[in-house]
């Protein structure tokens, strides 16, 4: 019974992963013939985005637009360690793979039991690398235009 749950599961995994990666976009095709051109790709790779100053970054004085890119550098900063570095990873990897011979002597009804359970929890960590990476993605185009500021009040000259 183990079994098929697990199987069920990945399968449920499986389905839901390639339902949204293989999204049906919205294609608008006449009746007579089918037109390459009218397929709609999602943009997989996006452009970078430009840096876009505050109404108030030209009143800045330069120390100011320079005491605001210091207060910001040390949010650019990783705080979450790498997937390989991180103890709960490998305790989860540890567990996940040892579950059946650990934890065997608990009821089957138990969903802790299942060795899905342990390895689900390692996508958690790419989900928090990810949202760090955009953290520091904003508060980088952020920084960029206080140095576009201050490069257009020419702050650099002496």
Do not use: H
Not at 9 to 25: K, P
Not at 33 to 44: E, G, M, V
Not at 90 to 100: C, D, E, H, M, P
């Amino acid at each position: 019974m183990a079994v098929l749950r697990r199987l069920f599961f990945s399968l449920c995994l499986g389905l839901l992963w390639s339902g949204a990666v293989y999204a049906e976009d919205e294609i608008e095709s006449s009746e007579s013939s089918f037109d390459l051109s009218q397929i709609k790709l999602p943009d997989l790779y996006p452009e970078p985005q430009v840096p876009a100053s505050q109404s108030g970054d030209n009143l800045k004085t330069c120390v100011a637009l320079d005491d605001e890119i210091v207060g910001l550098t040390p949010l650019t900063y990783r705080t979450t360690p790498d997937f390989y570095d991180d103890p709960k990873v490998a305790a989860a990897i540890w567990l996940g793979t040892t579950n059946t011979v650990i934890l065997n002597f608990l009821p089957e009804e138990i969903p802790l039991t299942d060795i899905a359970l342990a390895y689900a929890y390692l996508a958690y960590p790419a989900y928090k690398g990810y949202k760090e990476e955009e953290r520091i993605r904003r508060v980088s185009l952020r920084i960029e235009s206080l140095r576009r500021s201050k490069a257009r009040k020419r702050c650099f000259e002496t």
